[in-house]
């Protein structure tokens, strides 16, 4: 898909680019910018799969614009669904009066429903946690702030209940089939070997088995609100300390999905394993947290990022990745016994 189709399928959207005029007469068109402000330079801004993100400097200030088209920008054969930048502001709308929460993210500016735009804060000097997958590590202040913010977040008392589920099903797919499915990817091309590797743990009934039931969980509607894609790429460091963006995946679900999802993280990054259950020192809803159920989701997102479509920038040798495979069938199937091997 592309510029020329999006054009013909959303006629009153505009279609973001990296032109500082284009965006100057957008912004003005929108009464965004401010008395005699213009635009000096448009950059993209970080890494992400999901949107086109644009970093804008005017003579002003400098913000970020977002826009969700309906394909992945980086794979742009890969259909999604168009309202995710919505379901951002969705997000921002049921946390607005929870002051923990939002202390923690960039704030949202403006909102263009109709060409699915969306324009925040510019956290300014910034980098993502990716850097964890090239043998760095996280400190405890940061693992503390990144919990803190969990239980911050799964504690709002939100206004209306998330589904999204367009997101979710696009997600589902990416997490609970397509890593399943023998020749989805080209594995062998990403490490040699893996394809062999990878129908060894496709071809165990009782793994498959448990993933497909937290997949029905996954789609289940819950009460508590969460992140939806809690993991490196979405912690930013910046200069005033840990923040947290893009929260398109987000609903309202089981709040040990998200806490299986960045404990996943912290196993494939190869921190430091005790870091793992220092994070649940610090999360304030373990009086009704399940971990055993947070492992298990922990398991599956290890073999989804090693074996479907969204892989992560790990250098790992074929015999780690089997390691870790073997990790995550354990965590899924046996999640009570891996509790103590993990510690």
């Known amino acids: 898909m592309d510029k020329q189709t999006f054009c013909s399928s959303y006629p009153e959207a505009y279609f973001l680019e990296c032109d500082a005029r284009s965006i100057e007469d957008y912004l003005l068109q929108q009464q965004y910018l401010l008395s005699g402000e213009t635009i000096s330079h448009v950059e993209k ?38 309202e995710r930048t919505l379901m951002e502001a969705e997000f921002y709308s049921n946390v607005q009066r929870n002051d923990l929460v939002l202390r923690d993210m960039p704030r949202l500016l403006h909102v263009d429903e109709n060409s699915y735009i969306v324009v925040f804060e510019d956290l300014g000097n910034a980098k993502d946690f990716t850097f964890l997958y090239n043998g760095e590590f996280i400190t405890g202040d940061q693992l503390q702030q990144l919990t803190i913010f969990l239980g911050n977040l ?61 997949g029905k969980l996954y789609l289940e509607n819950g009460t508590t609100l969460l992140h939806g894609d809690y993991y490196p790429g979405s912690w930013l460091l910046t200069d005033d300390g840990v ?67 969204a892989q992560l920038p790990i250098k790992y040798h074929l015999q780690d990745k089997r390691k870790l495979l073997e990790l995550s069938y354990r965590l899924v199937v046996t999640p009570d016994n891996t509790l103590s091997e993990v510690d």
């Open 243 to 309: 923040k947290i963006i893009d929260v398109e995946f987000c609903f309202c679900g089981p709040a040990e999905f998200d806490m299986g999802v960045m404990i996943a993280h912290l196993l494939l990054a190869k921190q430091p394993r005790s870091f793992v259950f220092k994070i649940f020192a610090h999360y304030r809803r373990m009086n009704t947290f399940d971990v055993r159920l947070a492992f298990q989701f922990a398991g599956v997102e290890i073999m989804r990022r090693l074996l479907g479509v």
């Open 45 to 82: 801004a970080g890494d992400g799969n999901m949107n086109c993100t644009l970093r804008v400097k005017s003579d002003k200030r400098s913000f970020i614009v977002k826009q969700s088209r309906p394909w992945v920008e980086k794979y742009p054969s890969i259909a999604a669904p168009i």
């Open 154 to 214: 799964h504690t709002t008392k939100t206004t209306t209940m998330i589904t999204n589920e367009a997101m979710r099903a696009l997600n589902y797919q990416h997490i609970y089939e397509i890593p399943l499915k023998d020749k989805s990817v080209d594995l062998d091309n990403i490490t040699p070997g893996l394809n062999d590797v990878a129908s060894e743990f496709r071809n165990k009934n009782d793994y498959k088995k448990c993933i497909a039931t937290l």
